[in-house]
T-cell receptor
């Protein structure tokens, strides 16, 4: 079945350092969504990418969708302690109601 | 406005007991999803409703799991004869089924189920 692989599993950074998480698929993705889950919280939607090579920015966050639509990345510039949490990529399966197939997530910790 | 709510937030069940988990989606949201999240893992799809119709239950791990949404709003996930491997956080999400490109899902806080 569909599978989305996400690396790294954990990332520990000093506040102010950059952070990147990567999402890879062996098959072409129709789209990629990114969610953030704070410790003890629930996933919160960040963004959706649909087009090949698409790049979107939200303040310090930059999201990219690969040209072949088989990979995606989330980059955070100058991390802050408020960035702590687990970041998940997920594919929304349009012809199955939009159900989400999640990657395993990258847990980010930020040392002040 | 109000988000997705779930109850109870925490549930401890003895092995073999039945449990019922409730989800109140955002008003007007047509689509409702249940996911299971094990510790340190991403959420895994269980089942999907469009209004009151259960259109996909391919993720339910066994016939001990049953979900319903009889009036197209509130949904209940029932687990019969709970087993230790059922221990997880159960997340409910709803979305406004509009266009092909509008599949943002809004998640509830989840129910943490512990089976002892």
């Amino acid at each position: 079945g569909q599978q989305v692989m996400q690396i790294p599993q954990y990332q520990h950074v000093q506040e102010g350092e950059d952070f990147t998480t990567y999402c890879n698929s062996s098959t072409t993705l129709s789209n990629i969504q990114w969610y953030k889950q704070r410790p003890g919280g629930h996933p919160v939607f960040l963004i959706q990418l649909v087009k090949s090579g698409e790049v979107k920015k939200q303040k310090r966050l930059t999201f990219q969708f690969g040209e072949a639509k088989k990979n995606s990345s989330l980059h955070i510039t100058a991390t802050q302690t408020t960035d702590v949490g687990t970041y998940f990529c997920a594919e929304s399966i349009y012809n199955q109601g939009g159900k989400l197939i999640f990657g395993q997530g990258t847990e980010l910790s930020v040392k002040p | 406005g109000a988000g997705v709510s779930q109850s109870p937030r925490y549930k401890v069940a003895k092995r073999g007991q039945d449990v019922a988990l409730r989800c109140d989606p955002i008003s007007g949201h047509v689509s409702l999803f249940w996911y299971q999240q094990a510790l340190g893992q991403g959420p895994e799809f269980l089942t999907y409703f469009q209004n009151e119709a259960q259109l996909d239950k391919s993720g339910l791990p066994s016939d001990r799991f049953f979900a319903e949404r009889p009036e197209g709003s509130v949904s209940t996930l029932k687990i019969q004869r709970t087993q230790q491997e059922d221990s997880a956080v159960y997340l409910c999400a709803s979305s406004l089924y509009t266009s092909r490109n509008s599949y943002e899902q809004y998640f509830g806080p989840g129910t943490r189920l512990t089976v002892t």
